[in-house]
């Protein structure tokens, strides 16, 4: 099976572009979540998704984030307006409902660097 | 809310040595404990994970990891290392309800030949 893929892998912008990174997790997988990676704060969960249906979003940091899951293949990050400071690394990941909460399939990641 | 504390930001171990990573979880009961692994560039990738039954669990790549309650510890045991285990190790811990992972802030390996 294919893992979760993400794209792009890399993407630099200017202070102030759109920015949508994007991800098709595992086929047949229930839950989809976005994390972010940064020195200074770690891993940090944004928003999880549950059949498509966004679950909880009180990680995103402001409302330049936003997400959407049209379908169970597909979802998208988007931050309108970017900032230097949402220089990241974004992992995408997926599980089973079935499967151990906490066992999580990542993809490799989609590093944002705005300038 | 739950904690989960890695002591070592960095570990250097020589080739074929033994590695004992450390990690400290703070919660009341019993929480579904992980560790992972992320090459550079990469994804994290799972390792092995706890949630019940035997202490000593195994996992892929010839590591191992003990839960101890008495010391709220869930410690990454390898018994001889290989250049490629060079990488960051996270653990993470899970409490029910909220689908919410807590990663530690990681320990960076190296490997010396």
């Known amino acids: 099976d294919a893992g979760v893929i993400q794209s792009p892998r890399h993407e630099v912008t200017e202070m102030g572009q759109e920015v949508t990174l994007r991800c098709k997790p595992i086929s047949g997988h229930d839950y989809l979540f976005w994390y972010r990676q940064t020195m200074m704060r770690g891993l940090e969960l944004l928003i999880y998704f549950n059949n498509n249906v966004p679950i909880d979003d009180s990680g995103m940091p402001e409302d330049r984030f936003s997400a959407k899951m049209p379908n169970a293949s597909f979802s998208t990050l988007k931050i309108q307006p970017s900032e230097p400071r949402d220089s990241a690394v974004y992992f995408c990941?997926?599980?089973?409902?079935?499967?151990?909460?906490?066992?999580?399939?990542f993809g490799e990641g989609s590093r944002l660097t705005v300038l | 809310a739950q904690s989960v504390t890695q002591p070592d930001i960095h570990i250097t171990v020589s080739e074929g040595a033994s590695l004992e990573l450390r990690c400290n979880y703070s919660y009341g009961a019993t929480p579904y404990l992980f560790w992972y692994v992320q090459s550079p560039g990469q994804g994290l990738q799972l390792l092995l994970k706890y949630f019940s039954g035997d202490t000593l669990v195994q996992g892929i790549k010839g590591f191992e990891a003990e839960f101890k309650r008495s010391q709220s510890s869930f410690n990454l045991r390898k018994p001889s290392v290989h250049w490629s285990d060079a990488a960051e190790y996270f653990c993470?811990?899970?409490?029910?309800?909220?689908?919410?992972?807590?990663f530690g802030t990681g320990t960076q390996l190296k490997v010396e030949l």
């Open positions: 990941a997926s599980r089973r409902l079935a499967g151990v909460p906490g066992e999580l399939f």
């Open positions: 993470a811990v899970y409490v029910g309800g909220g689908n919410k992972l807590t």
